[in-house]
């Protein structure tokens, strides 16, 4: 007998009341969800806490791409997430919602791709468009070659997400969108770099945060036990959000699985020659750790409090 992990069994318990009807079509995203999916900028950052639907959003979003025709925007769409069971449980929610709209989809099938020494199983699922959904391990290479929209999900936890978006990046010359959506991993993380420098003006990815606070004020908790068949209430949910934030080692590892503040000292390695050359000549140098709450404020707030 196959047992679920608790997270598999919440997804399978979503799909099962999305496909019954058991929700008002208006109503099957959250305003968060909604928010990201109507944001059509051609590169989107979404820094959230653990949990909270956007992979699910995409989903949603892939495959209505996937269903529509070339004249309608259609598209191919190429995820990359961390681990096998991430590509698994994201092309089964394509599928899902491919049956949703009813629009004519293949079951899903599997390819298999040469990664270096060894082969890699690839999920995919074939609309009647003639656009896919293909999820691919984080191999940068496999983007290569491809045109389509890329979705890197748990982009902080990528081996090398420099190399990833190398090879992802190029597809926006004709087109194609990126999408980057992952929790904290570190401030020090390339992923915390790209949200820091587009909220500068530095970059131009549209930054969305959601934060565990702002999911549970747009109905998250409410959707949990609608979906898990419990009775909502205040009380309930404040003891539940209580409850995870306790059931966490550390608070500064609570602030950054559910309120989207970066660690400091996320174990970045700097190479030895470039800390020599650092460290040359007579200049003094200052340095300040802030708390997380002052590194989650945007710059220009942290320019101002440290001039005071």
């Not at 997804?11 to 969800?33: M, R, V």
């Not at 899902?96 to 990664?115: N, T």
Request: hydrophobic residues 40%; proline residues 3%; glycine residues 6%.
């Amino acid at each position: 007998m196959t047992i679920m992990s608790p997270d598999k069994q919440l997804t399978s318990q979503s799909a099962a009341a999305i496909l019954s009807g058991e929700f008002d079509k208006s109503q099957l995203l959250l305003p968060y969800q909604k928010r990201w999916i109507a944001d059509t900028s051609q590169l989107k950052i979404a820094e959230k806490s653990r949990r909270t639907g956007l992979t699910w959003a995409e989903a949603a979003d892939a495959a209505l791409n996937g269903s529509m025709s070339v004249e309608a925007g259609g598209c191919d769409t190429f995820y990359v997430g961390t681990t096998k069971d991430m590509a698994r449980e994201f092309i089964d929610a394509c599928a899902m919602w491919a049956k949703a709209y009813d629009r004519a989809a293949s079951d899903i099938g599997e390819e298999v791709l040469k990664d270096e020494d060894k082969d890699i199983l690839v999920y995919v699922i074939q609309f009647a468009s003639g656009y896919k959904i293909k999820a691919l391990s984080s191999n940068p290479s496999n983007l290569r070659g491809m045109q389509g929209n890329v979705i890197i999900d748990e982009a902080a936890f990528q081996g090398d997400l420099a190399a990833v978006l190398k090879a992802a990046l190029p597809l926006t010359m004709w087109g194609s969108n990126v999408r980057l959506i992952s929790t904290h991993n570190g401030i020090d993380n390339l992923f915390n770099t790209l949200i820091t420098d587009s909220r500068a003006g530095k970059k131009r990815y549209s930054v969305h945060r959601v934060d565990i606070e702002t999911a549970i004020a747009e109905g998250l908790y409410q959707r949990i036990c609608q979906v898990t068949k419990k009775d909502w209430s205040a009380e309930a949910e404040a003891e539940w959000l209580a409850n995870m934030l306790n059931d966490t080692a550390t608070e500064e590892d609570a602030r950054e699985e559910y309120y989207c503040e970066p660690k400091n000292g996320g174990g970045v390695y700097i190479p030895r020659s470039l800390r020599e050359r650092a460290a040359r000549g007579p200049t003094i140098v200052l340095r300040f750790t802030g708390t997380p709450a002052f590194n989650a404020m945007p710059e220009g707030q942290r320019r101002i409090d440290m001039q005071e």
